[in-house]
């Protein structure tokens, strides 16, 4: 997608995958991952999500990547706290308690940015991307993360061509990731708030080969 339509989005409010809950399948199925108490967690195209206070509870330190200012602004703004960002080369970086968010194109950023990332957490990253921009997302992981590292990855299944989000079927996580990680889907669930009959969430569990 075009950077200009997410900072639209950001702009206007119209963030509907923003979820007050944590993530259900973040809750239930992480502790699957072979990831060390205090890894650091890569959470990409990572909005302002509040799964990543739910991972810092957990011990983690969190590295939030997000192309919106505003998401990041907001994230710790909502916790109560002003964080004045840190301009580091051509990004903003903020960092609290743990958290760090850095504002840029996730395509964009240096190697070193990723450097000592434990574990990476993905929901609505690769099905917010239309196809070939996916191939790129998948590429970036397999090169930056390192061997042991596991991924929960978080996707939807449905029956047309519409986005985002964009449906990703497991044929295509597969493709995209194999044999770099070996893929074990965990388990699938229509939604609760389903927009479509043959809507289904599907969690997977990535490990870096
Ligand atoms: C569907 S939202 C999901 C946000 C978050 N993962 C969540 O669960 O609430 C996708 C987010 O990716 C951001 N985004 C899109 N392209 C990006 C890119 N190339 N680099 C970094 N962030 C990007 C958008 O601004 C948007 O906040």
Request: hydrophobic share 60%.
């Given at each position: 997608m075009e950077h200009d339509f997410w900072h639209q989005r950001w702009r206007e409010g119209r963030i509907g995958f923003h979820q007050q809950a944590f993530n259900r399948w973040l809750t239930e199925y992480w502790s699957r991952l072979n990831v060390a108490p205090d890894a650091r967690v890569l959470v990409p195209l990572c909005g302002k999500s509040r799964d990543m206070l739910w991972l810092r509870e957990q011990g983690h330190a969190v590295l939030g990547v997000e192309l919106s200012d505003i998401a990041c602004r907001d994230f710790f703004y909502e916790q109560g706290v002003e964080v004045t960002p840190v301009t580091v080369d051509n990004y903003h970086r903020r960092e609290r308690d743990g958290i760090t968010l850095i504002t840029a194109d996730l395509f964009e950023l240096p190697w070193e940015v990723f450097r000592g990332i434990g574990a990476v957490y993905d929901r609505a990253a690769l099905i917010a991307l239309p196809p070939a921009m996916r191939r790129r997302y998948a590429q970036r992981l397999v090169q930056r993360i390192e061997p042991g590292v596991e991924m929960?990855?978080?996707?939807?299944e449905f029956g047309d061509e519409s986005g985002p989000?964009?449906?990703?079927?497991?044929?295509?996580?597969?493709?995209?990731?194999e044999p770099a990680f070996t893929v074990i889907r965990l388990a699938a669930e229509a939604p609760a708030n389903a927009r479509r009959d043959d809507e289904r969430e599907v969690v997977y569990l990535l490990h870096r080969q």
């Open positions: 929960l990855l978080v996707t939807l989000p964009f449906a990703v079927f497991e044929n295509e996580v597969r493709d995209l990731f």
